[in-house]
């Protein structure tokens, strides 16, 4: 048996939350019919999001027991670039990118000298823990890495092959065959628009 989430949506609470819990109801599904979990595969396409719910996703996909795979389908930026370094083997499309940056915080309202500086002492922890997560899996250095994601660090697939972000390039389907495979689809809710009233003037 074979797990299969196509992460396509933001990287936020919800989406994280719809990710692990799929993945432990399956997990715990194939234990109690004494199957073997094969594999886990994400398949990634996504702007990012949140960076704790990331860090989340990270930590939670490290510590399973079982052999992880995440592919860049198309692109892999800010927050789902730590649900992608989670994988053993992390394989990307010829034509897939990454966009890695630090921390950032948008702010309305009024705020006192402290809170401002509670709040860029988050970012720097959050950007620290992002390049620590990054430098772990590129065997990259730090101080290196810190410069170019602060600076934001666009990657193609072959250099970031190059770097060790990822372990292989794919020019063909991954899965030869869906068969036995458990899938998720994890996309981005659907704004509905509301119909438009008419008025007619007389």
Do not use: W
């Amino acid at each position: 048996m074979k797990i299969l989430v196509n992460f396509f949506g933001d990287v936020s609470e919800i989406s994280v939350n719809q990710m692990i819990t799929f993945i432990t109801q399956k997990i715990f599904a194939a234990e109690n019919q004494k199957q073997k979990v094969e594999e886990l595969i994400i398949q990634i396409a996504s702007n990012g999001g949140s960076s704790d719910h990331g860090l989340l996703a990270y930590n939670f996909l490290r510590q399973m027991n079982v052999k992880k795979t995440t592919i860049n389908i198309g692109n892999v930026d800010s927050a789902a670039a730590l649900i992608f370094c989670a994988g053993d083997v992390r394989l990307a499309m010829q034509t897939s990118r990454f966009t890695l940056h630090g921390a950032m915080t948008t702010i309305q309202g009024q705020f006192s000298g402290a809170k401002l500086q509670e709040i860029a002492d988050l970012n720097k922890r959050i950007t620290d823990d992002y390049v620590k997560v990054i430098s772990d899996t590129t065997k990259q250095k730090k101080t290196t890495l810190k410069k170019k994601i602060e600076s934001g660090y666009v990657i193609d697939a072959t250099d970031s092959k190059k770097i060790g972000l990822v372990t292989d390039l794919l020019d063909k389907p991954y899965l030869e065959s869906t068969s036995g495979v458990n899938a998720l689809i994890i996309n981005n809710p659907q704004q509905i628009q509301q119909p438009k009233q008419q008025t007619t003037q007389t």
